[in-house]
């Protein structure tokens, strides 16, 4: 709330600015700085307003279905399972649970939608700083700063958000329940679906977001900056609003939901998992381990973060991005430090996992090696997708010869940057499962979402800055300003790129916490990939990311076209290639909003379908076989898919930026024509097809376990049945 009060000192409206006055904030600019943002508010805010109708009509028909799937499940369960005393009741509570964590979804988008928006020309002011007397230093560490807190503002004000519903869910459902320990493990099975409604949310919030964005940005580049050769964020492109709303729907509101529902689920896989430990049952503060690695991680973070926010380390560009590393890095340190202390006093010396004895020391060496492996896989995106090193640079090279081997190098690129994250997820995978079994995979999840409050805050940053942008050049203040929100950008694109890492190493710990808590439901001791019933859904799983993935990139192929064909009318007419008359934006900023409300629904609902049907028919066997098989497949992809896309966008960047050494091949050069192709290529693969797999593996997973019982009881493998 501090930062948040910080930043609204900063007037927009005009004839004030924070008593700013220069020639470069004259009375006419402040009016085109508060009419654009204006406008990306309210799209912004009419988006989410339709796309939240759509998600109305589904959470109270898979509210529907779930409940009485439940309570049928519940009250016929299979043999060998334990009867629930009140099965019905169960099932309300489930659902009561799964409208939470859709709610908190909800909110965490809108909260973090609502933030970005009104940091960004905010940021573009405070970038003019000191501009008069030529000092540039201070535009950099003034705009620097508001875009930082602004991401502080956002980022803990989510996960603060996401924790306390997640408490007062359990506390509302215990109160059914009671505190005996043999009531435990059905209570927090309930509390399970809290991650279901998160995930969920997040689903539609990736894909329609994300297909919302490259609509928008696909169609303004191509026609903007590839058939009419002007400049990126020029008033004269009728998608420039489009393509603004777009960040923040997309990279804003689908990241806020992506990492609420990563943390919404892997505490439902820990408490799950942990509620079959006699040590840990007996104890609330050691059930509660989970939730307090995650408060701990929001305290260290704020301290972090705060001292980030209040250091005036940035003067110049090259400045920006090692601030924005630093905060990882020393987050990570302290939360090492306060996580052993934590672990100290809130487990017990031994318990018992499974067939597991573990020690309260074997448990914190998981969250450290969930929390280390998140740098890791941050750094490595870093050095596959920033342009201060070779391989970005090898890239913008590739496009002296032309668009075909700038892809070529690209797609060569993602397939290598999958090694790195790959091992140290193998490493933290099995030292996790020999330290403390199926809870391990859990406790590393956590680990490495226990400095999500930087995470978001860093990757709010990235779009809160490219906003900054493009509204100090709609806004006209001049090329100088625009240089400095390039730089702030520019550092932005990595720092995103960054925390589509970190989103897709925490979404894999998570899918593989919640397989654990699966095959722990549905009582399978282990799975063997050889058996007829798990090698088919083995490959089905494989399987499922490229289909998802083709129907993601698909539609926003589909939206752009659409959004291509109306850019081109308007720029038929003279007038507004020319300058000399607004072009129509709403028409745009309406076909890119309907169109991804109607292309985001067949997506969703196969990764939604797909266990569920998977599991009535062919039953708990072939499902434990599909969902290790969409894990393995889908990180791969995710991993690729991102970083290509931030490759290839960096490397535009860097040419822009006149990396290539000569003043010919720059913007408006060949080789510059051949990087935007690849970036026009890459958007959708970093921002809607890699990000939106990380839901698909985690929400296919929750829903394996929410549905557990109806598996497991005759409703599961109906067909096997009949065959047999």
Known sequence: MYWWYVLSDIKITPGKGQGLRNGFLTDEVMRNVYVIYTRISEGATAFLLSEYKYMAVFMAGFGTLLYFMLGIALSSPQEGSKPSAAPWTSAGLSIFAFVAGAFTSVGAGWVGMRIAVYTNARTAVMATSGSDEGDQSQGFSHGFQTAFRGGITMGFGLTSMGLAALFLTVKVIGSYFGELPEDLPELYECVAAFGLGGSAIACFGRVGGGIYTKAADVGADLVGKVENNIPEDDPRNPGVIADCIGDNVGDIAGMGSDLFGSFGEASCAALVIAAGSAELTTSFTSMMYPLLITAVGILVCIVVATMGATTNSVKRAADIEPALKRQLLHSTVAATVVIAFLTQFALPATFTIGTTQTTRWGALVCVLCGLWSGLFIGYTTEYFTSNA?????????ACETGAATNIIYGLALGYLSVVPPILAMCVTIYVSYRMCNLYGYALAALGILSTMSVALTIDAYGPISDNAGGIAEMSHMGHEIREITDA???????????????????????????????????????????????????????????WFSAMTMKSVGVAAMDMVNEIRRQFRDPEVADGRKEPDYESCVAIATQAALRQMIPPAALVMLSPIVIGVLFGKFTLAGMLPGAIVSGVQMAVSASNTGGAWDNAKKYIEQGGLKDKNKGKGSPQHAAAVIGDTVGDPLKDTSGPALNILIKLMAIISVVFAPVFQSKMGGIVLRLIE
């Open 488 to 546: 702030l950008d520019a550092a932005g694109n990595t720092t995103a790129a960054i925390g589509k890492g970190f989103a897709i190493g925490s979404a894999a710990f998570v899918a593989l916490a919640l397989y654990g808590a699966y095959v722990s439901r549905v009582a399978i001791p282990e799975v063997n990939i050889l058996d007829s019933r798990v090698m088919p859904g083995l490959l089905f799983g494989a399987m499922l990311p490229y």
């Open 389 to 397: 090193y070779r391989p970005v640079q090898e890239i913008s090279e």
